[in-house]
């Protein structure tokens, strides 16, 4: 991974399933269905990270406490399909272009179900933060 990571993407659980009513895609959510933007307004409020909210982080494994922790602070967090990333996001991702992240999306979740693959284009939280001193 290349520069200095600003953006992260986490799965969004439950996964929201896709079926078509009446030849509109819909959304099916905790048991309702909703159209596309609707269902991004509704996972908005259900974001756990919120704008300004401090995150301590715990890295690798097998450093020392005072190295291994830090602090972020979260910018903006909103639901996207996880296609919608551009190569200018790849990058704040730590990656050179939306084809290395997605090489790596695919490794990262590799024996998983098939809902969690790129060619699934799952929904996800794009989390924006800035790293604290």
């Given at each position: 991974m290349i520069g200095q990571k600003t953006v992260?993407?986490?799965l969004i659980k439950p996964p929201?399933?896709?079926e078509k009513k009446n030849g509109v895609p819909?959304?099916?959510?905790r048991g309702e269905f909703y159209p596309d933007i609707e269902l991004r307004k509704l996972l908005a409020n259900e974001s756990k990270f919120k704008p300004n909210e401090i995150l301590?982080?715990?890295s690798m494994l097998y450093q020392s406490r005072k190295e291994a922790c830090f602090r972020l602070r979260v910018v903006s967090c909103l639901p996207i399909r996880l296609h919608e990333i551009d190569d200018a996001d790849a990058y704040r991702e730590g990656f050179t272009n939306r084809n290395e992240f997605s090489a790596?999306?695919?490794y990262l979740h590799e024996?998983?179900?098939?809902?969690?693959?790129?060619f699934k284009n799952p929904w996800v939280w794009r989390i924006e933060f800035v790293r604290l001193k």
């Open positions: 992260t993407r986490r929201p399933d896709y819909m959304w099916l959510y301590w982080v715990k790596f999306w695919d024996g998983k179900e098939d809902r969690f693959k790129w």
